[in-house]
């Protein structure tokens, strides 16, 4: 199923640290997580940008007409019945809609079997394009999070640690699937639990995609992935890790 995500080129955010106003732009790894989500799947994942006064206000976000009333910058429908929508008459938008019914209408006429030419739209394969330059525009050759709270090592300094919880009723040795990769990416995230299982909405499935996945299903990775609360050391010597953490039951 095509799938849209609508999320704001930036946002702005108080620091009261040292009293400032910025913007918090995009982080461009989420358009390569959408590429990958592509080329995975063959089926639409596209994004759009929540409206905001970024490109008007960007030297002096404060200004933005949006700032005082607490939108962050961003633009919201006044209508009662669209409340806490983006605003529709935006460019973004309207091209958002555009695709909408042009995947509807192709729908509608040739059955479900036009899902599979959907990314060969030009109005798809457009913004696909469109995608992949705000990524290189963004990326500027530097790792963004939250890669760069990866580390990748031989899967068995994961299950060399995790023998120490062995018991007689299991061993992980026989985990055949976690042994049938020869590689494990530990995802470092030194944070407070949250309810919702991910520290950062959306992070651990980007990861998953861009460094991981290779098919459809989970089991379609040709690395392992393993969320690590705390800073982990890897222990050369003994082939394992070293996991240190603090706030993991903080309250």
């Not at 005082?68 to 008459?89: D, F, I, M």
């Not at 909408?100 to 192709?106: H, M």
């Not at 640690?161 to 990769?181: M, P, V």
């Amino acid at each position: 199923m095509p799938s849209f995500y609508i999320y704001p080129e930036a946002t702005i955010i108080d620091r009261q640290s040292n009293n400032s106003t910025r913007w918090d732009q995009i982080n461009p790894t989420v358009f390569q997580a959408m590429e990958s989500v592509m080329d995975i799947y063959q089926i639409p994942s596209l994004l759009f940008y929540y409206p905001t006064d970024f490109r008007t206000h960007q030297n002096n976000p404060s200004s933005s007409p949006n700032y005082a009333n607490s939108n962050k910058g961003t633009k919201r429908e006044t209508r009662v019945r669209y409340a806490g929508c983006p605003l529709h008459t935006d460019s973004e938008m309207q091209d958002l809609f555009s695709i909408l019914n042009s995947i509807i209408t192709d729908i509608e006429t040739n059955g479900l079997q036009a899902r599979n030419n959907l990314l060969s739209k030009r109005s798809i394969s457009r913004r696909r394009n469109w995608m992949r330059a705000e990524y290189h525009r963004r990326h500027a050759g530097r790792t963004w999070s939250p890669l760069t709270a990866t580390v990748e090592l031989d899967t068995d300094y994961l299950t060399n640690y995790l023998s120490q919880y062995n018991t007689s009723r299991y061993d992980i040795a026989d985990s055949e699937l976690l042994n049938s990769r020869p590689t494990t990416v530990f995802y470092k995230i030194d944070s407070l639990f949250r309810a919702q299982g991910d520290p950062y909405t959306g992070c651990l499935a980007a990861i998953d995609y861009i460094l991981c996945r290779q098919g459809k299903t989970f089991e379609d990775r040709d690395k392992n992935l393993v969320l690590v609360w705390g800073d982990l050391v890897p222990d050369h010597t003994s082939r394992t890790v070293i996991v240190n953490s603090t706030e993991m039951f903080n309250n």
